[in-house]
């Protein structure tokens, strides 16, 4: 299962699932028309109330990512790639720029943030070649 919680964490869970479930989506994880695990193998399998995973899983079809099947569950929507992608860059480049202005308020100049940017990327990236 692609999904992870932190019932720490500051987002609400059923937030964490909508946005786990858009990313999966936008990075074509799960893909148009394929089955999505039910609410009750999700609650199960992350140890969390299934009206939570109800609840992510209605917000996920009013913003057009799921569609029901009769008989069946739900499944991703036809067309919900696109508006995953223009989330999920929303969603990032809100993160960024709020680090990016904790970073100027610190009063460190554009190199240095640059430099901080370039050496995290290059860690994820040994991080993700050594795994």
Do not use: W
């Amino acid at each position: 299962m692609f999904l992870q919680i932190d019932p720490a964490g500051e987002l609400p869970i059923y937030e964490q699932i909508v946005r786990q479930v858009k990313f999966a989506v936008a990075g074509r994880i799960v893909k148009s028309g394929e089955m999505i695990p039910s609410v009750r193998e999700v609650a199960r399998a992350l140890a969390i109330n299934p009206n939570t995973v109800a609840k992510a899983y209605r917000q996920l079809q009013l913003d057009g990512v799921l569609e029901p099947v009769r008989g069946e569950g739900l499944q991703v929507a036809p067309g919900a790639v696109e508006p995953c992608v223009r989330d999920r860059l929303a969603l990032i480049r809100a993160r960024l720029r709020q680090v990016l202005g904790e970073a100027r308020r610190s009063h460190l100049d554009a190199r240095a943030i640059g430099e901080l940017v370039q050496g995290e990327l290059d860690a994820i990236q040994r991080e993700e070649v050594s795994a």
